[in-house]
């Protein structure tokens, strides 16, 4: 098998089998489970491989240690400048664009792997261009946690900075580690990366609770309407299911729990219900009205938890293909 042909699993599994038991228990100590699991199996299924493309996975695991450890040590542009005259161009760049890659999901994994609660006791008191530019490295659902904890006025502030950022210049990032690092081991960021933007805060406002999503698009709206509606257009909410295509009710209706099919129909608007009634079969539809018939002093909070947990069922089937969400009934579907 030529050395293209070998997969990263198997790399990492012929590099623990080269350092000895020792140093590799060590290395494992840095893995998650899921991952130690992957490579035990790889280490134990390995048979044999030519000496040469061991050797040559073995220069490259050090030549990447090697330009990590400039990078960290020498920063970035010392670092270009020593590998390519150790390395020639091409493949300095080739090292330098893999390490970077790299560092920067490492940044990602970093934030995302941390409790909102933590990061909500670190960017709470931080200036709202900061708070923006740490959410925009945190999952979704983690930066929207941490959105409703946020007092009023900063919320706004936030989700309007978040929507207008495109890219962050290594040297603020940097300054934002260097003052957070107390806190947090901050990884170094090594070039320009997409953060932020519409798409990505209204993901996060998909996942809000109501009233945070009325109290900040109320505001919004006043401060600058034309960023609301922009964002409100990247959003789903239970009401737009009147937009979608009977399929797609079809598909949701079937994936969903049917006590929250029935306390989210028993808040919605009549126009909703009848949308999701007509696509069911005629013993569904008579079963679920008979649930929501028999639903008495329903919370509105109750009825908004169902609706969103629907809601984030819509939108997994979007994700994987399943369905396409029209936010706009005039919006023409091509089959």
Request: proline share 1%; with cysteine.
């Amino acid at each position: 098998m030529a050395e293209a042909e070998i997969t990263s699993i198997q790399r990492a599994a012929m590099v623990l089998s080269s350092i000895g038991a020792e140093n590799a228990s060590e290395v494992y100590k840095h893995f998650n489970d899921d991952e130690i699991e992957k490579l035990t199996i790889e280490v134990a299924k390995m048979d044999y491989w030519p000496s040469e493309v061991v050797s040559g996975v073995l220069n490259d695991f050090y030549e990447l240690c090697l330009t990590q450890k400039v990078i960290s040590e020498g920063g970035v542009e010392y670092a270009r400048e020593i590998l390519q005259k150790a390395f020639g161009e091409e493949r300095a760049n080739n090292l330098f664009e893999r390490i970077t890659k790299q560092l920067k999901s490492k940044a990602f994994a970093f934030i995302r792997k941390a409790d909102y609660k933590n990061l909500l006791a670190v960017v709470q008191n931080e200036h709202p261009q900061t708070i923006a530019l740490i959410l925009s490295y945190c999952r979704s659902d983690q930066a929207s946690a941490i959105l409703s904890e946020l007092p009023k006025d900063t919320r706004i502030d936030v989700v309007e900075r978040i929507a207008k950022m495109e890219s962050a210049s290594p040297e603020f990032t940097k300054s934002i580690e260097e003052t957070l690092e107390r806190k947090f081991a901050m990884l170094v960021t090594t070039g320009d990366m997409e953060i932020g933007g519409i798409n990505y805060i209204a993901d996060v406002m998909n996942k809000v609770d109501r009233s945070t999503e009325k109290f900040i698009f109320d505001e919004l709206s006043m401060r600058d309407p034309k960023l609301a509606e922009e964002i409100r257009q990247k959003m789903f909410v239970f009401d737009d299911i009147i937009n979608l295509d009977a399929m797609s009710i079809q598909a949701f209706i079937n994936e969903v729990d049917a006590k929250d099919l029935a306390v989210a129909i028993k808040g919605s608007t009549a126009e909703v219900a009848e949308v999701i009634y007509a696509n069911m079969s005629t013993r569904k539809r008579e079963a679920t009205q008979t649930d929501v018939e028999y639903l008495h002093n329903v919370r509105m909070r109750d009825v908004e938890e169902a609706q969103q947990r629907i809601v984030a069922v819509i939108r997994r089937l979007e994700a994987d293909g399943v369905i396409t969400i029209s936010k706009d009934s005039n919006d023409e579907i091509i089959a």
